[in-house]
T-cell receptor
Framework: QQPVQSPQAVILREGEDAVINCSSS?????VHWYRQKHGEAPVFLMI?????EQKGHEKISASFNEKKQQSSLYLTASQLSYSGTYFC?????????????FGQGTILTVHP | EPEVTQTPSHQVTQMGQEVILRCVPI?????FYWYRQILGQKVEFLVS????????KSEIFDDQFSVERPDGSNFTLKIRSTKLEDSAMYFC???????????FGPGTRLTVT
């Protein structure tokens, strides 16, 4: 079952913050976040493993609450280059560590 | 920085024809994957491959599909008899380990007419 992302779309002005949520009805081993620009490949942002960790680099960070089976991506002081579709992807573990199930995506648009 | 590469970037084929999509994963990676993305939709897992065999495949990956690592660098996806609904962007990805991040290639846009 695919993870569910919210919101479906976000419109920001440069410098504003955004949060994208990802939840799953299945137990998760890991959550991966990707950004995809139109016509391009998904670009890896970060991976969070079972253990409830939080990660970040510069202005993009993420958290993973394995008990709630939820992850959130935090974008602070957004830049024009942040525009794109953000996908969370989950791996269930067991024999499926490498099989990523992608959410439906959140379209982020940053205006000047 | 090492990258996953894919060829061709765009393939047009007629329904019923066979196509082979090619990928060169990052050189020290051991796990290889194929995903597809129908225009405007989410990315869907097709198959994972490790140690010269399929680790896992999705319900999409039926008998029309096969994967191969014919040499030490290439990883291929073959679709034996293409259908209109196979039209999509096909992404190859690779990772160093099964629980590590997957790096995606630029994709091959397959158009079946």
């Amino acid at each position: 079952q695919q993870p569910v992302q919210s919101p479906q779309a976000v419109i920001l002005r440069e410098g504003e913050d955004a949060v994208i949520n990802c939840s799953s009805s299945k137990a998760l081993y890991s959550v991966h976040w990707y950004r995809q620009k139109h016509g391009e490949a998904p670009v890896f942002l970060m991976i969070l493993l079972k253990g409830g960790e939080q990660k970040g680099h510069e202005k993009i960070s993420a958290s993973f609450n394995e008990k709630k089976q939820q992850s959130s991506l935090y974008l602070t002081a957004s830049q024009l280059s942040y525009s794109g579709t953000y996908f969370c992807a989950s791996a269930a573990g067991g024999t499926s560590y490498g099989k990523l199930t992608f959410g439906q995506g959140t379209i982020l648009t940053v205006h000047p | 920085e090492p990258e996953v590469t894919q060829t061709p970037s765009h393939q047009v084929t007629q329904m019923g024809q066979e196509v082979i999509l090619r990928c060169v994963p990052i050189s020290n990676h051991l796990y290889f994957y194929w995903y597809r993305q129908i225009l405007g939709q989410k990315v869907e897992f097709l198959v994972s491959f490790y140690n010269n065999e399929i680790s896992e495949k999705s319900e999409i990956f039926d008998d029309q599909f096969s994967v191969e690592r014919p040499d030490g660098s290439n990883f291929t996806l073959k679709i034996r008899s293409t259908k209109l609904e196979d039209s999509a962007m096909y992404f190859c990805a690779s990772s160093t380990g099964v629980i590590y991040e997957q790096y995606f290639g630029p994709g091959t846009r397959l158009t079946v007419t």
